[in-house]
């Protein structure tokens, strides 16, 4: 597609269930990067992938957040046991490397109730 | 660790004047890159501009520049003729110049308003 694809764009979940949230990158980019971003907050980092693998996954919160880039395209955020401090904007991004600019998708509104 | 501080929670100007939003940030290192995004309701976050540490020469991009001082830290961002378009939430943010470090670490954000 022509830019970076997140679905769904809005998820309600009940505490403590297990929710996947999808990125589908621009074709050819092989850095992919998740945020997490709070209501009033800045991004923060969660984990940047280069091909398949986890570069860099020093800002997931804890061993409830896991991501996976099988293929080296799309992309899966992984939470389980959710709770109510889960609830937040998760951005994902993607660039050519991870260099150059990166190109942001529209972002996933995660909702613990 | 490197932060980044936006002072100003929320801005104004009116339409076609001339509007500088604030951003200080602290590092100990010397190779860096310095970003300002907008991000409009959409979510979807845009690049406004960026500037590297090791140029002098302030970045601009047609209505936008900034005002880069090193030595102070400081990383403001100038939009000239502001439109209604340009309302938005603006993020200053920082990323270090270290191969294999390509996280990027943000502001808490600006909100830019501007009066017709």
């Known amino acids: 597609g022509a830019g970076v694809s997140q679905t769904p764009s809005n998820k309600v979940t009940e505490k403590g269930k297990y929710v996947e949230l999808r990125c589908d990158p621009i074709s050819g980019h092989t850095a992919l990067y998740w945020y997490r971003q709070s209501l009033g907050q800045g991004p923060e980092f969660l984990i940047y992938?280069?091909?398949?693998?986890?570069?860099?996954d020093s800002g997931l919160p804890n061993d409830r957040f896991f991501a996976v880039r099988p293929e080296g395209s799309v992309s899966t955020l992984k939470i389980q046991r959710t709770e109510r401090g889960d609830s937040a904007v998760y951005l994902c991004?993607?660039?050519?490397?991870?260099?150059?600019?990166?190109?942001f998708g529209q972002g996933t509104r995660l909702t613990v109730v | 660790a490197q932060t980044v501080t936006q002072s100003q929670p929320e801005m104004s100007v009116q339409e076609a004047e001339t509007v500088t939003l604030s951003c200080t940030y602290d590092t100990s290192e010397s190779d860096y890159y310095l970003f300002w995004y907008k991000q409009p309701p959409s979510r979807q976050m845009i690049l406004v501009i960026r500037q590297e540490a090791y140029k002098q020469q302030n970045a601009t991009e047609n209505r936008f520049s900034v005002n880069f001082q090193k030595a102070a830290k400081s990383f403001s961002l100038k939009i000239s003729d502001s439109q209604l378009g340009d309302a938005a939430m603006y993020f200053c943010?920082?990323?270090?110049?270290?191969?294999?470090?390509?996280?990027?670490?943000w502001g808490a954000g600006t909100k830019l308003i501007i009066k017709p």
């Open positions: 992938f280069q091909g398949t693998g986890a570069a860099d």
């Open positions: 943010a920082y990323r270090s110049g270290q191969d294999s470090n390509y996280q990027l670490i």
């Open positions: 991004a993607s660039s050519f490397s991870g260099w150059t600019e990166a190109f």
